[in-house]
């Protein structure tokens, strides 16, 4: 039976982090609007004529997504060096990666995600408007 690709476009979540980049104001702990866009790949289930009903594949993004959403991320490498006071929530998201850029962040859901599914999945997460990280998590073979 012939595989088929379902997506769902356009889940957002804000977050802020700071990169080691080329740019100096990036170094700045800023935060961004982050998009992104999931596509799986399966076979027609015949009894449901779906590879997996959308709400269910929402429904699992969502609950991934919320471990970002409004945090602070932070690579693992700088996670003990992090302190933040003020009158504000102190929400961090320590993910697994040397640095907490979009090309890291994008592997950290991107796996979330897969462990959900059990399937490749394809993500494309933009930082902001235009910038994007495209890329497919999957089993190593």
Do not use: W
Not at 56 to 69: I, M, P, R, W
Request: glycine share 6%.
């Amino acid at each position: 039976m012939q595989t088929v690709k379902i997506g769902v476009e356009g889940f957002t979540f804000d977050s802020a982090h700071y990169t080691k980049g080329t740019s100096e104001k990036c170094l700045n702990l800023h935060g961004h609007t982050f998009r992104l866009n999931v596509e799986i790949e399966g076979k027609i289930d015949p009894d449901t004529g779906m590879v997996m009903d959308f709400a269910l594949l929402k429904k699992a993004v969502k609950e991934v997504l919320a471990e970002y959403d409004h945090k602070m991320l932070v690579s693992e490498r700088d996670a003990d060096d992090i302190s933040l006071s003020g009158p504000f929530r102190k929400n961090v998201k320590v993910i697994n990666y040397p640095e907490a850029t979009t090309e890291y962040l994008a592997l950290d859901i991107a796996g979330k995600l897969y462990e959900k599914f059990n399937t490749a999945v394809k993500i494309k997460l933009f930082e902001g408007n235009r910038n994007y990280v495209s890329l497919t998590y999957k089993k190593e073979e």
